[in-house]
């Protein structure tokens, strides 16, 4: 019996899908796409092009997808960075005009309407978040990037395209303590579990699946629990953890509803009696 491919991960419906399911799966028509920008702050990702759907996952400024489809001011996308597909509002992408030059670095901050700290700001910005600079200012010491229009970001909340952050995925983890808890949020302004193992891994240059199935599948080697140091997965069905150190994660959960510090052997023990022991180990 055929297995049909992950949905959350192949774009194909009766009428339409992607051309590289050609052969693999029947469509009326199969196509490219055309790539496109995502233009707002932050956008969920829906399964159906309905805002009554809950979001599957989000995307942030500047993130890179392939347009499939365009039906009654929804588009019909696949990610460029994870490969996931959704529906996302028209209005919230822009064509590609000029490539990203630097990622937001800063867990949050803010565009500014000139290039000064005591200017209006015009909207929050999510680390992860991929801008195009086209100048710089200093105004009383502070350095400030200039984008498009005059708007500006601070300089030093921002990293070129292409570089890391300092330190560990663990570190850049540990930067969202109290964050609130988002189902399928992965930004700065609320994420869940899977969203901050893969978002706290791509500011170090580590590529990493979106969903915890995905992860627990195929993101690094499996280990055995005593194995547990800081940088291991811990995995529970529908849930994943960070190991700070061999005795401590953090985890996005909604037990706390924010980004939190836990012990190993108190989650397993809180989580266990809801649901069940961890269901696995990974090593990235």
């Known amino acids: 019996m055929s297995t049909l491919p ?9 009428d339409l899908a992607e051309s590289r399911l050609r052969g693999v799966v029947e469509a009326e028509r199969y196509v490219e796409g055309s790539v496109a920008r ?19 996952t989000e995307l942030l400024l500047g993130e890179s997808v392939r347009v499939l489809d365009t039906n009654e001011s929804w ?10 597909v959704g529906y996302l509002p028209e209005y919230c992408l822009a064509p590609v005009v000029k490539s990203p030059t630097h990622i937001v670095s800063a867990p949050r901050t803010f565009v500014y309407s000139g290039h000064d700290l005591r200017f209006p700001t015009v909207y929050p910005l999510s680390m992860g978040s991929r801008l195009s ?7 009383r010491g502070t350095r400030y990037f200039l984008l498009d229009g005059g708007q500006a970001v601070i300089a030093n909340h921002c990293i070129e395209v292409g570089s890391v952050v300092p330190g560990d995925y663990v570190s850049v983890a540990a930067r969202f303590v109290e964050t609130p808890y988002l189902w399928g ?5 609320g994420i869940d579990c899977s969203g901050l193992v893969q978002l706290s891994m791509m500011m170090v240059g580590k590529l990493a699946p979106r969903n915890s199935d995905m992860q627990a599948a195929g993101l690094g080697t499996p280990i055995a629990r005593e194995e547990l140091r800081r940088g291991d997965l811990v995995f529970w069905k529908g849930h994943v953890a960070l190991m700070e150190d061999d005795e401590t994660l953090i985890h996005a959960n909604g037990h706390t509803m924010t980004v939190a510090r836990e012990g190993l052997e108190a989650s397993i023990e809180r989580i266990g009696w809801l649901y069940d022991q961890p269901t696995g180990y990974r090593r990235p």
């Open 6 to 14: 992950d949905r959350r991960l192949n774009a194909y419906r009766a």
């Open 38 to 56: 995502v233009s707002v702050p932050v956008t969920p990702l829906r399964a159906k092009p309905d805002l009554a759907c809950g979001t599957d």
């Open 75 to 84: 588009c019909w996308v696949k990610a460029d960075l994870d490969g996931y």
């Open 133 to 139: 600079v086209v100048d710089e200012r200093e105004t």
């Open 185 to 189: 949020g992965r930004s700065g302004f």
